[in-house]
């Protein structure tokens, strides 16, 4: 497969193009493919990503506490965000999959993405340095970071997992009010999800849209279709 667009694509060109095989060679192809996995890159990568992102935080908010700090981070190198920046990248479409992986549809599987991501940083940091890697990282999550930061980034949650189950075309999917608590001004509602008459893990929220939210990750997170 040739990488020369996606090395466009994402701003660095590789002096060794093996690293970026390896970077994008799912678990799923090493028999078929004889080659190594990414798995030992995502490794990496995740922690090459995690002290880009702390440092900017860290000095772009010196009044917030490590809490905060603690939360936008998550909230910025979570699968989801991974994902969102991955597809303009056209990411996804350099994926080496095993068949069994490709035909199930491993190309569009979040999961997977991310982790392909996470690979890619550490494929950079590898071979050019922590400044190369932290370029592609600022660049690539620089619309992720400002949303954060701002309080304007949220995921629908519900949406996903609708299309997920959708996609099974013999499940149904539904949300059951399990039970509200404490009194009318300050109320938590607890809530989980319903596939195919299995509950999942009950979730809470403020009021009643947020806990289902919260159920709806549960539940993704219970599918394997997150972290």
Excluded at 59 to 86: F, M, Q
């Amino acid at each position: 497969m040739d990488f020369s667009q996606l090395e466009k694509n994402i701003g660095y060109v590789f002096k060794d193009s093996d690293k970026l095989r390896t970077a994008l060679t799912h678990s799923s192809a090493i028999n078929e493919q004889k080659n190594t996995s990414n798995q030992r890159l995502e490794f990496l990568g995740d922690a090459v990503l995690q002290i880009i992102i702390s440092d900017y935080l860290y000095n772009l908010l010196p009044n917030e506490n490590e809490g905060t700090l603690s939360k936008l981070r998550s909230l910025i190198v979570c699968a989801d965000s991974l994902h969102v920046v991955s597809l303009p990248i056209e990411l996804n479409e350099y994926i080496i999959l095993g068949r069994g992986e490709l035909l199930s549809g491993g190309r569009t599987k979040k999961n997977i993405i991310a982790d392909a991501y996470e690979s890619v940083v550490g494929a950079i940091y590898l071979d050019g340095g922590y400044d190369d890697a932290k370029k592609f990282v600022m660049s690539s999550l620089s619309d992720i970071i400002d949303k954060a930061v701002s309080g304007r980034l949220t995921y629908d949650y519900k949406t996903t997992l609708q299309e997920y189950v959708q996609g099974k075309l013999s499940q149904s999917l539904s949300y059951e009010l399990v039970s509200v608590e404490g009194p009318e001004h300050d109320q938590t509602f607890y809530s989980r999800v319903v596939i195919n008459g299995e509950g999942y893990d009950i979730a809470s929220g403020h009021n009643r849209k947020q806990s289902e939210q919260n159920a709806a990750q549960s539940a993704l997170r219970a599918l394997g279709v997150i972290d």
